[in-house]
């Protein structure tokens, strides 16, 4: 055999070889990859304590909403709707665009805009109003205590104390920092604690009324229990007996935890849910659960 041949010879057992190796190597590594089917298998099995039993819908996409003495408050466009928790509309007053958060609390109404928060009565009537601390603020979200105001600001990645009646009080900043991505900022309080959501860091933080950071719970995963994604979780809520309920997106579910952080359940998954990527805001009332997404609120009852 020519030289010429032997060296075109063991060329082509080379390649051959290395064929061989490159086809064994991805078997191998297809029969190792992580089974995705699992995973859909294990959301599929999971039952909900809830059960869908209504639902309506409102003329403009729901900016937010609130429940005060089984009546919702709803955000949603230019507008504020009240309706009975049966989902029967009672009234409605105009609001202005880029309503951020709702609350009603001692029979008022206030509204949280980017730069600064307005009241109303009851009626829908302006009673008062007052601008952030700052023209670069960027409100999120707020809760009421008695006669303080607690509102999350984004730019400045703070929370702002008020009092109800308007006047700045402090700003109170988290021990580790707050890290916010795309506005998932919520706050909310259970009698003397405020809740806080630090989105980026999957935690949920808890203050004095004095603004005295006192803990956090909260772990990044996607096992239920802890929170996945980038930023969440997206929502806070709190049922009548101090369970927390969180909401997030990505994939969307709600789950409800202990007021110390210990995770109890989760109560509705994506499919539940209605799928799609954005969090649904849920507020627990007696046996019932009021979700909003898009447009809609829909109950779910235990």
């Not at 297809?30 to 639902?55: L, Q």
């Not at 937010?64 to 504020?80: C, E, H």
């Not at 700003?171 to 580790?176: L, R, T």
């Not at 005295?212 to 049922?239: H, L, R």
């Amino acid at each position: 055999m020519s030289k010429i041949s032997k060296t075109t010879f063991n060329l082509a057992i080379f390649f051959v070889v290395i064929g061989f190796v490159w086809y064994m190597a991805a078997h191998i590594n297809n029969d190792a990859s992580p089974n995705y089917g699992t995973s859909e298998r294990s959301e599929d099995s999971f039952v909900s304590p809830y059960k869908r039993i209504a639902s309506f819908t409102l003329p403009e996409e729901i900016n937010r909403f609130d429940i005060q003495d089984n009546k919702l408050y709803i955000s949603a466009g230019r507008k504020v709707y009240i309706f009975d928790t049966e989902g029967k509309q009672s009234g409605s007053f105009p609001a202005e665009k880029d309503v951020r958060d709702i609350r009603v609390s001692n029979n008022e109404i206030y509204l949280l805009y980017p730069t600064r928060i307005a009241v109303y009565s009851m009626r829908g009537e302006p009673v008062r109003q007052w601008e952030a601390c700052s023209n670069l603020s960027d409100y999120c979200s707020f809760t009421i205590v008695g006669d303080a105001v607690f509102v999350t600001d984004a730019a400045n990645k703070i929370i702002c104390k008020y009092t109800t009646e308007g006047y700045f009080e402090k700003f109170i900043k988290s021990p580790v920092g707050f890290i916010i991505p795309s506005y998932s900022f919520d706050i909310d309080s259970w009698n003397d604690t405020v809740y806080c959501v630090n989105s980026g860091r999957h935690l949920v933080e808890t203050y004095t009324l004095d603004g005295v950071f006192t803990g956090a719970f909260g772990s990044p995963g996607s096992e239920a229990g802890s929170f996945a994604g980038c930023c969440n979780p997206a929502y806070i809520s709190f049922a009548s007996d101090g369970t927390l309920i969180a909401s997030e997106k990505g994939i969307p579910r709600i789950s409800s935890f202990g007021r110390n952080g210990k995770f109890l359940s989760l109560l509705l998954d994506s499919k539940a849910l209605g799928g799609g990527s954005r969090a649904y805001q849920a507020k627990p009332s007696n046996d019932r659960l009021f979700v909003a997404g898009k447009n809609r609120i829909t109950t779910f009852r235990n």
